[in-house]
T-cell receptor, first 114, second 112 residues
Framework: KQEVTQIPAALSVPEGENLVLNCSFT??????LQWFRQDPGKGLTSLLL?????REQTSGRLNASLDKSSGRSTLYIAASQPGDSATYLC?????????????FGTGTRLTIIP | SAVISQKPSRDICQRGTSLTIQCQVD?????MFWYRQQPGQSLTLIAT?????????ESGFVIDKFPISRPNLTFSTLTVSNMSPEDSSIYLC?????????FGPGTRLTVT
C-alpha cells in the first residue's frame, strides 16, 4: 500500500527566504507526482506535475524534483512571499491504466512571515 | 484543463439527515473521483465514479453511507447519508485530465 509522507508538517520562514518542502513515498511504481496548494477552507490548486520519467519541473518561483528510485520529491520555493502561505500537498498517482488513484501526503503548512 | 464546480459550497446539517453534493465539469470525462478531507487531515479517496457503472469504493467507505450517481459524462453526485458529527469534512470532486488531476472547490460540511 502506497504511503506518502511530508516533512516538516509545519514551517515558518521570513519573507524573501528560499525554502524546500519534502515528500517521500514508499512504492516507486508511480505514474506521476503532483504538488498542490490548499488555502484554508478551499479546494486544491495544482502547482506542478512531474511524470515518472522526468527529474524536475519548474514554474516561476517553484521548482519540483523527483527521484523515483529513492521515493522522494522536493518542492523548492524561491524568494518566498506572504501570498505563498498555504498548505502544500504532494500526491502520487499509481501506475497503470484504470488505477488512477491519487495518494496524498500529510501536507506541510507553510507560513511566510512579512 | 477542466473547470469543476460543486454545490453547495458549504452546509450545516443536523445529525441523522442526508446531504447530496453535486459536481459539474465543463468537459466530458470518463472517471470522476470523490475525496474527503477531515479537519486537519489530508485527502482520502472515497470512491471512483464511471458513467454507466457502479461506483468503486475504497476500503472503509460503503455505498449505503455514500451513494454516488453518475448519470452522464459531466455530472456526478455524492450523498452523505445518516450524518453524524464525524462526517464533518470538506468533500472534493476530482477528474483526471490528459496530464493531471483537477479538483473542485470543495463542499464544507458541518454536522451538528
Amino acid at each position: 500500500k502506497q504511503e506518502v509522507t511530508q516533512i516538516p508538517a509545519a514551517l515558518s520562514v521570513p519573507e524573501g527566504e528560499n525554502l524546500v518542502l519534502n515528500c517521500s513515498f514508499t512504492d516507486s511504481a508511480i505514474y506521476n507526482l503532483q504538488w498542490f496548494r490548499q488555502d484554508p477552507g478551499k479546494g486544491l490548486t495544482s502547482l506542478l506535475l512531474i511524470q515518472s520519467s522526468q527529474r524536475e519541473q519548474t514554474s516561476g518561483r517553484l521548482n519540483a524534483s523527483l527521484d523515483k528510485s529513492s521515493g522522494r520529491s522536493t518542492l523548492y520555493i524561491a524568494a518566498s512571499q506572504p501570498g505563498d502561505s498555504a498548505t502544500y500537498l504532494c500526491a502520487v498517482l499509481a501506475y497503470g491504466f484504470g488505477n488512477e488513484k491519487l495518494t496524498f501526503g500529510t501536507g506541510t503548512r507553510l507560513t511566510i512571515i512579512p | 484543463s477542466a473547470v469543476i464546480s460543486q454545490k453547495p459550497s458549504r452546509d450545516i446539517c443536523q445529525r441523522g439527515t442526508s446531504l447530496t453534493i453535486q459536481c459539474q465539469v465543463d468537459s466530458q470525462v470518463t472517471m470522476m473521483f470523490w475525496y474527503r478531507q477531515q479537519p486537519g487531515q489530508s485527502l482520502t479517496l472515497i470512491a471512483t465514479a464511471n458513467q454507466g457503472s457502479e461506483a468503486t469504493y475504497e476500503s472503509g467507505f460503503v455505498i449505503d453511507k455514500f451513494p454516488i450517481s453518475r448519470p452522464n459524462l459531466t455530472f456526478s453526485t455524492l450523498t452523505v447519508s445518516n450524518m453524524s458529527p464525524e462526517d464533518s469534512s470538506i468533500y472534493l470532486c476530482s477528474v483526471s485530465g490528459p496530464a493531471e488531476q483537477y479538483f473542485g472547490p470543495g463542499t464544507r460540511l458541518t454536522v451538528t
